[in-house]
């Protein structure tokens, strides 16, 4: 079998220099947990992030991701969800990830709400101090 088949867990954090995923991170259908927290090039995530069917974890903190793909909501499995830091105002697709029990939304500084939440949501981290 391939290295694609076998890897659970890519951690990629504190690659400054880290500018963009690969859209071919779709392939590691194998992969569980993903951390691309403190990239703080790192802008966006190609939309084959929704083709990680088995994904538990993924870690975002730290990056200059304002925007996840619409293909998150693919994301079934996912049950952590670290966005923390991030320049998000929009996370309405959040909702429709069922399987997910904890969301780090700390210091999103432009995120005024969260409308919906999953179901199975137990624990959220937010700050929504708004100092103007």
Known sequence: MSLQAHLTELDLSDMEKLVALPSRI??????????VSVCSKLGSMPQEIGDLENLVKLDANDTQIS???????????????SFEGLRLEDV???AQLGALQILHLTYCERLTQLQKFPKKLNTIFADWRNEN
């Open 92 to 94: 309405e697709m959040i």
């Open 67 to 81: 925007q996840p793909p619409s293909s998150i909501v693919r994301l079934n499995n996912l049950i952590f969800l």
């Open 26 to 35: 779709g392939m590691l259908k194998g992969l569980v947990k993903l951390d």
